[in-house]
């Protein structure tokens, strides 16, 4: 037999394993379709820790709250989280839009405490409208947020909105599956009792609020609060009145519109329970600097 006929028939034998099912070169191709399909480089899985701790109920002694919020990356691939909130349809939408957030990012949760300055990177809205708390995290690694909720003096009585902050870790074109934290937001009847302090402007330099002080005691202190923090100085003042300037605002209270209360201070000088009334005073900037208005 010639060495050409040799190789020929060598060709088609071959050929006849293959195409006729030997069961050594299936298994050959069959192995290797498994082992490519199987390959996994990696996976996306987001988590969040803290939310339960921000539910509360807002009253004439609790007008302010600071809470932490830990988002977390917890696989193995790099990625960017993104979060979103929603208030539940049997909860009151109304009050989430009454409430005034800031969030901004801090080391740890110890960072995040009533008298902390508002951080770089912050994002400012309500919790019926808040925009993303973005962090890019390695694997395994979480961020911590510090969010400040201050409910206006317009929040409604009496109320509860359950929010819902949803978040996702994305990479590339590949997003983990949401999850979920939620909250619950109240407000007591006295909340809505608080008078309405009168507000008078002054080109931007000051304001100043006023409020009905006849029914008590003419040698009662006051002071005016924004959440825990107190702006300007206290009053013994027979006519109800203090008056505010931007510099009376420390940094930890961002600009825009804040709720200021007036509460009666006790004999050494910490805020009482009792509320002389409360209303809007807006800081923003004009041509000469900081200024201060009335109302939002």
């Known amino acids: 037999m010639s ?20 069961s050594a070169a299936w298994a050959l191709w069959t192995a290797s379709a498994k082992a490519t399909s199987s390959t996994t480089i990696g996976k996306l899985a987001a988590g969040i820790k803290g939310a339960e701790d921000m539910t509360t109920t807002f009253s004439s002694t609790v007008s302010s709250l600071t809470k932490p919020l830990t988002l977390m990356n917890s696989q193995n691939l790099r990625g960017t989280t993104t979060t979103s909130v929603m208030v539940t349809s049997d909860s009151s939408s109304e009050l989430a839009q009454a409430i005034d957030v800031v969030a901004w990012p801090v080391p740890s949760t110890a960072d995040c405490t009533d008298g902390a300055a508002v951080g770089s990177g912050s994002v400012t809205g309500t919790w019926a409208s808040l925009p993303s708390m973005t962090s890019t995290l390695a694997g395994h690694t979480e961020a911590v947020w510090c969010t400040r909720s201050t409910p206006r003096a317009s929040a409604p009585a009496s109320a509860t909105a359950n929010v819902i902050v949803t978040l996702t870790t994305s990479w590339g074109p590949w997003v983990s599956a949401p999850v979920r ?3 619950y937001l109240n407000t007591s009847a006295a909340t809505a ?104």
Do not use: E
């Open 181 to 183: 934290g939620g909250f």
């Open 3 to 22: 060495r050409r006929v040799r190789v020929l028939l060598a060709a088609m034998l071959s050929l006849a394993l293959v195409v006729g099912g030997s």
């Open 193 to 296: 009792a608080a008078p309405a302090l009168t507000c008078t402007d002054h080109g931007g330099n000051y304001v100043d609020v006023t409020w009905p002080a006849s029914s008590r005691p003419t040698d009662t202190w006051y002071g005016a609060y924004v959440g825990d923090t107190m702006v300007g100085q206290r009053s013994q003042d027979y006519s109800g009145a203090i008056q505010l300037a931007p510099t009376d605002f420390p940094a930890s209270i961002p600009p825009g519109t804040s709720t200021v209360v007036v509460k009666v201070v006790d004999s050494t000088g910490a805020p009482t329970s009792t509320v002389a009334g409360s209303g809007p005073v807006t800081l923003f900037t004009q041509n000469d600097g900081a200024a201060i208005r009335c109302g939002a």
